[in-house]
C-alpha cells in the first residue's frame, strides 16, 4: 500500500469537490450556506476506518477495493451512492 500516493489522491480528490467552499442550502424560509461535513479516513498500521465506520483489516476485499479507488485517483466506488458529488 502506498500511503503517500493514498495521501496525495485524497488531497486531489478534496480540491475537485471543493474543500473548504461553502454551499447553497435551500430551505423553507429561503437558502443558507453551509459547509459540506467530511467524511474521515483513518489509516492503521493494520487496516482503516471510513468515517465513523467499523475497523476493516487491509486483507479484506472491501478495503483493498477502496484503497485501489484512492490509489487510482477516484473517490471510492462505495461511496458514490451516498455521495454522488463526491466527499
Known amino acids: 500500500i502506498d500511503f503517500d500516493l493514498i495521501l496525495e489522491n485524497i488531497k486531489d480528490l478534496n480540491s475537485l469537490v471543493g474543500e473548504g467552499i461553502s454551499q447553497i442550502e435551500h430551505t423553507a424560509r429561503g437558502a443558507r450556506l453551509r459547509q ?37 485517483g477516484y473517490f471510492p466506488s462505495e461511496l458514490q451512492p451516498r455521495y454522488p458529488e463526491g466527499v
Open 36 to 72: 459540506p461535513e467530511p467524511l474521515p479516513l483513518t489509516l492503521y498500521r493494520n487496516g482503516i476506518v471510513v468515517g465513523h465506520g467499523a475497523f476493516r483489516p487491509y486483507q479484506h476485499p472491501a478495503t483493498q477495493q477502496c484503497l485501489q479507488d484512492i490509489m487510482d
